[in-house]
Nanobody, 115 residues
């Protein structure tokens, strides 16, 4: 069965950096576009970034452009999200997602940006 496991979250000061990972299993990882989403307290889940199956095409929400970088290693079945210049507004639970007829989600990893 499809499994997505996020890791790498934590507490970071404003202006700091974090790298999130999403380890995938149960499907042919190299065949699917992958997505990062986030959900802040009291807000709807929002799309952060996407990356095509080969990694050749990436897209970002406007507020993340220039600060976040999505990448993937198909040999390791893992997707990454490098986040820099973090702001308190980036505080959220970050989820990875794959759409294979239905949407599959990981359990999420908490990112807290605070001094």
């Amino acid at each position: 069965q499809v499994q997505l496991v996020e890791s790498g979250g934590g507490l970071v000061q404003p202006g700091g950096s974090l790298r999130l990972s999403c380890a995938a299993s149960g499907f042919t990882f190299s065949s699917d576009t992958m997505y990062w989403y986030r959900q802040a307290p009291g807000k709807e889940r929002e799309l952060v970034a996407s990356i095509s199956s080969t990694g050749g095409t990436t897209n970002y929400a406007d507020s993340m452009k220039g600060r976040f970088t999505v990448s993937r290693d198909n040999a390791k079945n893992t997707m990454y999200l490098q986040m820099s210049s973090l702001k308190p507004d980036d505080t959220a639970v970050y989820y990875c997602n794959v759409r294979r007829g239905v949407s599959y989600w990981g359990q999420g990893t908490q990112v807290t940006v605070s001094s």
